[in-house]
């Protein structure tokens, strides 16, 4: 059974900072880009920021330079880092996996960040 499972929204104030991590249980985590999505209300969820098998790193215009994605391989677990948090990144926040080649992809459940003085 696979399992993607987020932590760490909450939430920070305006230029404050997060650490979401995504656990991963029944997939061979090194084969499987990881990605981070986001969703606002009202707003159809786009991609964050992304991780590929080789560690090749892409991010949204909108997090450069305050975001950082990276992958622990030997815990199976993938990592937001967020800084200077905006009011604007405030989302529910989802843990992708996907591998192409087999056409799997799985989601987390998702994880609440508001950012709000």
């Known amino acids: 059974q696979v399992q993607l499972v987020e932590s760490g929204g909450g939430l920070v104030q305006p230029g404050g900072s997060l650490r979401l991590s995504c656990a991963t249980s029944?997939?061979?985590?090194?084969?499987?880009?990881m990605g981070w999505y986001r969703q606002a209300p009202g707003k159809q969820r786009e991609l964050v920021a992304s991780?590929?098998?080789?560690?090749?790193?892409n991010y949204a215009d909108s997090v450069k330079g305050r975001f950082t994605v990276s992958r622990e391989i030997a815990k199976n677990t993938v990592y937001l880092q967020m800084n200077s948090l905006k009011p604007e990144d405030t989302a529910v926040y989802y843990c992708?996996?996907?591998?192409?080649?087999?056409?799997?992809?799985?989601w987390g459940q998702g994880t609440q960040v508001t950012v709000s003085s």
């Open positions: 991780i590929t098998t080789t560690g090749a790193t």
């Open positions: 992708n996996a996907a591998r192409i080649v087999s056409l799997n992809e799985y």
């Open positions: 029944g997939i061979t985590f090194s084969r499987f880009r």
